[in-house]
């Protein structure tokens, strides 16, 4: 048979239809196209097993109510958030709404303090209307349930912030010059303790072993320290009597015990710093609000140690390092810094857990050992984080306050 001749009944090989073809070349595209877009959200930020910070409940928006709360809780398997009109709490697993407190008659909140231990918060209020910048009056509220325990007023001070602190089953309020402690679950009168004449309350701070009040005496700041369980005062000492304070600073109780103060003159003048003191009143040590570890924006003190997260001081004579940095409040000394910014942080089972938002790099999550500062984890939040106003863990769970889209609360589990 020579080449080119066709015999009759030969069987011809079959070519599949063009649509055929094409449909299968589609399927395999789509295929490839639904593997890669799976590979690609795999390696991004918040999708990347082990690495990975997802969101288990958002608290709903409430509002104004949102943009007043000022403190976080917890209690049990209960989170509370106050707000400026009262407090909310929510199971911490489910969001499940548990109980809600409203302050009385349509009052503000204007200061809060929880003994999580003792299950009870204080909530001082003032009047909405007329607007006025004292508080007028001091609530109990059991945050297992939601009830109001007792109730007393005549409670003043400029300083809202640091008009009530609670701990050790004590309440402690700031009463017209003078210092006024109550059993937190009935309100019973403990004791009474007068400060210094010409002084003003500008914070409190209460630990089991002592009280602690810093005052403005005139041009000269001082610390004063009472019993907590009689009131006698220990001692008074000055915060800073080599370099002087200057009579508009802002001051805030660090901490009771050890003794801390911070001290920040709105002018930028000389003092500006957490400045430690000694069970009998002698100071101890003193961190400087600026330096090359940057600009400290929050503190946290535990176990003797001054934890702070810290912005970058460019400009201000600082270093150029964002981060935390822990500090031995014996000393002063600086014990260990971990880069990466952040913009709230919790210490907790001698962990340090920081979140950190930027839209540029991606929202994350670090924790690294409080006496080392060695990173244990590292992990990226599949939702972003719009702003941190705090922290808070619970076991393997991340509760941020004033979390993503103005939310008051959000909770986040490990993937």
Known sequence: MTEGTYVTGAARPERAPRWRIALTVTLVMAIGLALLTGLVHLVMPGYLPFNAMTTVWAAPHDGRAAEGGSDTWLVGDNVVRSRVDGATAYDVRSGQKRWEYLVPARAETCASSADPA?????????????????????????????????????????????VVTTGGGLGVLLDDGRLRAVDLKTGAPRWMAALTKGCTPHGLGLAPKQVVAALMCGTEARLAAFDPVTGKARWTAPVDARRGVDADAVLSVASADPPAVRVHEADGGAVSA?????????????????????????????????????????GLGGGSFSGVVAFDLATGGELWRKGGGGDAFDVADGRVTVVRP????????????????DEEDERAFRDRVASAGGV?????????????EGRPLTVYERW
């Not at 535990?302 to 912005?311: F, I, N």
């Not at 994350?364 to 050992?369: A, S």
């Not at 808070?392 to 993503?404: F, M």
């Open 358 to 373: 930027s839209y540029k790099n991606g929202d994350l999550m670090f924790v690294v050992d409080a006496a080392t500062g």
């Open 392 to 404: 808070l863990t619970y076991q393997d769970l991340v509760i941020v306050a004033g979390g993503r």
């Open 118 to 162: 003792a299950g009870v918060a204080l909530i001082a209020h003032r009047e909405a209307r007329p607007k006025k910048k004292d508080c007028v009056g001091v609530v109990a509220v059991d945050l297992t349930d939601g009830r109001e325990l007792w109730r007393t007023t005549g409670v003043s001070a400029a300083f809202l912030d640091d």
């Open 274 to 314: 957490v400045l430690a003191f000694g069970p009998d009143g002698r100071g101890r040590s003193r961190i400087d609000a600026v330096g090359d570890y940057g600009k400290i924006i929050t503190t946290v003190v535990k176990d003797g140690r001054l934890y702070a997260l810290a912005g970058s001081g460019k």
